[in-house]
């Protein structure tokens, strides 16, 4: 990357994280709860970003007891995962959830019910969110808002001992922090879908970890759709719990609210226009809607559509790998990478452990992110117990990518757009085919040469651009390693799921993609840490 | 995406710069924010959740701009609407956070699903 500017700022750290979102906060307060010196570095403002602030999220919320209620949890989630979920993991995080979740009512409000209980698990977004910012600074953590980490910093052993960003409402000043021990929690990505709250996401945090050496797990299961009203990014799902739906002539379709109704919708919407009514939404929630969703009426209101009454025209937005479920290979829920001293909680991390080869939306996601975030900053404040930083200020090296050849001006805007125009469409991430992904693969591959070899690489838009453009060509890589139709991932050459192929698949690398089965023994890098503190 | 900022409420206090997750705002030379890359706009509301003036009016198409018309804006009393619905500020007592039913009414309409077509619904028990 290019030579630092002498004014940068720099800062020491036990544990930096990286992304304040649900799982950055959680992990930035678990590991100044260890006894860490933490930084949290966000893209835009700790409180407001990634997608949990503009949203609702329902926790996954199981109470020990009585235990067969876990135990008929886990075993229907582990039956519903398709073979790619493991019970022991789905315990760890119901646990964790269930301590840790309550322990914000000093700074969130919990809802209590027509029946006088208090309800922890469905907590509003901007108001948990701003709940965790007022947590982690009362925990003396240092919040860099506006910061984006552009690249990660290795020890001469390989070690990750920091990372570089810039301050882009200070004149997009550098910045470097040399800690002990580094945790990605920076999202998943919709690939630019208007997904809401999800624009920032671009998945910065899978490139920064490719490039340090780790690998993906599960990144064919992007093809996850959510429905809004078209031109909106409203992807908020209740009210359409009872929706009607209608096709450009005024007839009704037959989309029963069920599991396969995204399917049916989408190959509704590849015939024409779907348009769409709220009538059947029971009157007593009509009357409550803005108080439940406040954003989800809003957005009718402004248009003077009446959604009780009017029919209006939906959409589906891509998830990606946020309501979808690839990410980063972790080793145990502790977020350990292949990387020693590096960490990954939330959408960052592959959650096929925990939520298999289906969503994880609607609950599994954000008891990951809580219980991830929890369990990474703790163990990344162990591992910084045992690293003495501000000694290796100028032995850290940048392992952001360089470029191959000659830089000259890429177009980043056309590229962000051709990454869209492979990840969005039904006819290429949802309804898969072999050709249809080998095509998808040359295109994205075509955008990789030109931009590995000539972008240069120190801005947030290239960070971003190269980001997007590795995760959707790990994406389409295993969709096409994967000759069979499982959870959210759907071959229509291979309709049927093949009981031989329940297995995980690894993906990774930057200028050759490869993707491999998950190995029964994966190497686990605890011991590897334990060598580097 | 976000389209007015209304000089005569904005108090310029900052918080919108600040908050904004996507950088869309900088702080302008006569004082008052400016809208300086509208095209990077979210459409996420949290500028106008944040602005106690209720000086902000984010128009819901996250894809095209559209021309808004300031005195109807005002006169529509949607300012500040998504504020006092979420019960901040001093509408805290006035609008409770009922994020809670989400899950009833998901679970209502999977048993509601189940049912043969037309028979009635009910959503909230009730006692
Ligand atoms: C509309 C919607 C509704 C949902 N509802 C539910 C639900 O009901 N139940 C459920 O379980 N799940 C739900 N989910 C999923 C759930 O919200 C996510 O799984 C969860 O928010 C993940 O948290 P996170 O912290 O990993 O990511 P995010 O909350 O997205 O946070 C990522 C953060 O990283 C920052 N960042 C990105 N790049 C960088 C960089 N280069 N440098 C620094 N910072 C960076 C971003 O600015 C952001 O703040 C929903 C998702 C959506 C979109
Ligand atoms: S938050 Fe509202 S009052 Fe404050 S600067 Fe922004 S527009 Fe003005
Ligand atoms: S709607 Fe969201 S992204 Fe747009 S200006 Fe407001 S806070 Fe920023």
Redesign the interface.
């Known amino acids: 990357m290019a030579s630092s500017p002498p004014e940068e700022l720099s800062i020491n750290a036990d544990v930096l994280i990286v992304g304040g979102g649900m799982a950055g906060a959680w992990a930035a307060t678990s590991a100044a709860q260890a006894g860490a010196k933490v930084v949290l570095a966000d893209k835009g403002y700790c409180g407001t970003s990634g997608v949990t602030a503009a949203a609702g999220p329902g926790h996954w919320w199981v109470p020990p007891d009585p235990p067969a209620a876990r135990d008929a949890a886990v075993a229907n989630r582990v039956a519903s995962g398709l073979g790619l979920g493991e019970a022991e993991w789905m315990y760890r995080i119901l646990d964790q959830t269930w301590r840790t979740l309550p322990t914000l009512a000093r700074y969130y409000k919990f809802g209590v019910d027509d029946e006088g209980r208090v309800n922890y698990r469905a907590v509003r977004g901007p108001e948990y969110m701003r709940a965790l910012r007022q947590q982690v600074l009362s925990h003396g953590v240092t919040i860099l808002d506006h910061s984006p980490v552009l690249e990660l910093l290795a020890r001469s052993d390989g070690s990750i001992g920091g990372v570089r960003g810039q301050r882009r409402q200070d004149g997009g000043r550098a910045y470097q922090i040399e800690a002990g021990a580094v945790v990605l929690a920076a999202g998943g990505t919709s690939f630019l879908s208007h997904l809401l709250g999800s624009w920032t996401n671009t998945g910065d945090g899978y490139l920064m970890a490719a490039e340090a050496g780790a690998e993906m797990s599960g990144m064919e299961f992007t093809a996850a759709y959510t429905i809004a009203p078209a031109h909106s990014t409203m992807t908020r799902t209740m009210a359409y719990a009872f929706a009607t739906y209608y096709d450009a002539d005024g007839h009704e379709l037959d989309l029963p609210f069920g599991p396969d109704q995204t399917i049916r919708l989408a190959r509704a919407l590849q015939r024409g226009p779907v348009y769409c009514s709220l009538h059947r939404l029971p009157d007593n929630i009509k009357a409550r809607l803005h108080t439940i969703s406040p954003n989800v009426p809003l957005v009718f209101d402004r248009w003077g559509i009446d959604p009780y009454r009017d029919r209006f025209e939906i959409t589906l937005h891509n998830d990606g790998t946020i309501r979808g479920i690839g990410g980063v290979r972790v080793h145990d829920v502790d977020g350990t990478t292949s990387v020693p001293g590096l960490f990954v909680a939330g959408d960052n991390a592959s959650r096929e452990k925990v939520a298999g080869a289906i969503s994880g939306g609607g609950n599994v996601n954000s008891a990951w992110a809580l219980s991830s975030g929890v369990f990474a900053g703790r163990a990344a404040a162990r591992v910084a117990r045992g690293v003495k930083t501000g000694t290796s200020r100028f032995r850290l090296l940048g392992l952001g990518r360089e470029p191959r050849r000659r830089v000259q001006t890429v177009d980043l805007t056309a590229i962000r757009a051709s990454v869209r125009a492979e990840m969005h469409p039904f006819d290429k991430n949802l309804f898969r085919t072999g050709k249809g992904l080998a095509a998808s693969a040359r295109a994205l591959e075509g955008l990789w040469t030109e931009l590995a070899d000539h972008d240069h690489t120190g801005t947030i838009a290239s960070r971003e651009t190269a980001a997007l453009l590795a995760t959707a060509r790990w994406s389409v890589a295993t969709a096409a390693t994967r000759n069979e139709s499982r959870g959210l991932h759907r071959r229509e050459d291979f309709p049927s799921l093949d009981p031989r192929s329940a297995n995980r698949l690894l993906s990774g690398g930057l200028d050759q993609v490869w993707v491999a089965a998950d190995g029964p023994s994966a190497t686990t890098g605890t011991g590897q840490l334990e060598a580097a503190s | 995406m976000i389209e007015l900022i209304l000089a005569d409420r904005c108090t310029d206090c900052g918080t919108c710069?600040?908050?904004?997750?996507?950088?869309v705002i900088d702080p302008g030379q006569a004082g008052l924010p400016v809208l300086a890359r509208v095209e990077?706009c979210?459409?996420?509301?949290?500028c106008e959740?944040?602005c106690q003036a209720d000086a902000i009016y984010v128009?819901?198409?996250?894809?095209?701009r559209v021309d808004v018309n300031v005195e109807e804006v005002v006169a529509s009393g949607?300012l500040g609407?998504?504020r006092k619905?979420?019960?901040w500020d001093e509408w805290a007592d006035r609008?409770?956070?009922?994020?809670?039913?989400?899950?009833t009414?998901?679970r209502?309409?999977?048993e509601?699903?189940a049912q043969p077509k037309g028979a009635p619904?009910?959503?909230?028990e009730r006692?």
């Open positions: 710069i600040e908050v904004c997750p996507a950088n990077d979210q459409t996420c509301f949290l959740l944040y128009a819901p198409d996250c894809d095209r949607r609407q998504y619905h979420s019960g609008f409770p956070n009922e994020q809670w039913l989400m899950e009414v998901f209502r309409a999977g509601a699903a619904l009910d959503v909230i006692k």
